[in-house]
């Protein structure tokens, strides 16, 4: 409890919110929960990509990232391209009068260090720079929670993501990968920690598991053309992708299976209608999720999950769904082998139906064993990110920390 003569603790939450990523809004949703549960005293609000959004569906109050409301749109005319360049200009003020406001800042989870699908250095880079930077400046505590990472081939948004990181408060990891590619770009991580994606720290539906009706292959898809060193194949890296998945998903009808389209991005409606389109069957239906706990739900009542959003195979893991992944980062690799199930990936890059229904039926076969280690794997999960909150806790609210001690001191 806050007394009448103590000011609450000012708590911000940073990132692409609110804009049509289950994923980013999972760990948002995580975030909060930590801090009502532990600090409710805290005032939280945001700057984030979908203020309405953010606003409506977790009551906070919420501030748009962008002065520039085109910012996310390619600038081919004169007056777009000076529009985004003012606005670049004006976000730096609108960020440091927002981040001067408050005590802490959290940026939850989210691949906010990462290039691993096409990233320009001028985006979402140049904010995180700003946050982390005027953070420095003011005395704010800003903290990296959970977050993915990546060796960035490009200069400037190498730069850049080096500097915020270096700037930030607290940085932790969603897997060693990650806190290795900081490493070697120059940031000192030997006090940074690894845990899970903050998404396991989400309630789990009850699953549905195998003693019940047989249920769907959840197949996520998602509107993949590749990463930034991709850009000059990204047409034929998507083509690939969407014939392997539409062949592979016609064979499953074909043999009598039904399968339910998963997406974890506004972006990935497209690919959902383009397989519908060519597997022209009842058998063939598309989930209409709006949340990882919407997902969770669909992933818990399949049989199996292949799937290739990172996101979607945290909901189908989570759940402790057999899950095949359609792996397009070293973060779904890492993701798979942390959780029991490092044989059963597949590249999105080349997606071979032939190789790709090979492996789903070596899957299958050894379900009820994976469904045994996915247990044993997501309760060392929750463990590890109970041990994260409190480090959390340590780091961003010591004068808290310090009551909560008092409090436990015999």
Same mark, same amino acid.
Do not use: K, N
């Given at each position: 409890m806050t007394s009448a003569d103590e000011t609450p603790v000012r708590v911000g939450v940073f990132g692409l919110l609110g804009s049509g990523n289950l994923g980013n809004d999972g760990s948002l949703e995580a975030v909060l929960g930590y801090l009502r549960a532990e600090h409710p005293e805290?005032? *939280?609000? !945001?700057?984030?990509?979908?203020?309405?959004?953010?606003?409506?569906?977790?009551?906070?109050?919420?501030?748009?990232?962008?002065?520039y409301r085109g910012e996310y749109r390619t600038a081919l005319r004169a007056g777009a391209i000076a529009a985004k360049g003012l606005g670049k200009l004006v976000d730096a003020f609108r960020t440091a009068a927002w981040v001067r406001r408050h005590d802490v800042v959290i940026v939850p989870g989210m691949g906010v260090l990462e290039a691993t699908l096409p990233l320009r250095p001028w985006g979402f880079p140049y904010s995180l720079f700003l946050l982390c930077a005027t953070g420095r400046l003011f005395g704010t505590r800003v903290a990296l929670v959970s *977050?993915? !990472?990546d060796a960035i081939g490009n200069r400037p948004t190498r730069a850049l993501v080096r500097w915020s990181a270096r700037l930030a408060t607290y940085r932790s990891y969603r897997d060693a990968l990650s806190r290795d590619a900081m490493r070697a770009m120059g940031v000192n991580t030997a006090r940074d920690e690894v845990y899970p994606d903050l998404a396991f720290a989400l309630p789990t539906p009850r699953a549905g598991?195998?003693?019940?009706p047989p249920g769907p292959v959840c197949v996520g898809v998602m509107d993949f053309h590749g990463g930034n060193d991709d850009r000059a194949r990204a047409e034929e890296i998507h083509r690939r992708y969407l014939d392997g998945t539409t062949r592979f998903v016609r064979t499953l009808v074909e043999e009598g299976r039904a399968v339910r389209l998963l997406t974890g991005d506004e972006c990935d409606a497209p690919v959902v209608a383009a397989i519908l389109d060519a597997v022209d069957s009842p058998l063939v239906t598309a989930a209409e999720a709006a949340s990882l706990a919407d997902l969770m739900k669909e992933t818990a009542a399949a049989d199996t999950v292949v799937a290739t959003r990172y996101h979607n195979l945290i909901c189908a893991l989570k759940v402790g769904t057999p899950t095949l992944a359609l792996s397009y980062a070293a973060k779904s690799d890492a993701l798979m082998a942390e959780m029991g199930l490092a044989a059963y990936c597949h590249p999105a890059r080349e997606?071979?139906?032939?190789?790709?229904l090979e492996r789903f039926r070596a899957l299958e076969k050894h379900s009820a064993e994976l469904r045994r280690t996915l247990a044993e794997r997501n309760l060392a999960a929750a463990r590890q990110l109970e041990h994260q909150f409190t480090a959390l806790t340590t780091a961003l609210f010591p004068a808290a920390d310090h009551a909560h001690a008092l409090r436990e001191a015999p």
């Open positions: 805290a005032v *939280v609000d !945001a700057l984030c990509g979908g203020p309405e959004v953010v606003t409506a569906r977790y009551g906070i109050p919420a501030t748009r990232l962008h002065w *977050v993915g !990472a598991g195998p003693s019940g997606v071979d139906a032939d190789r790709l």
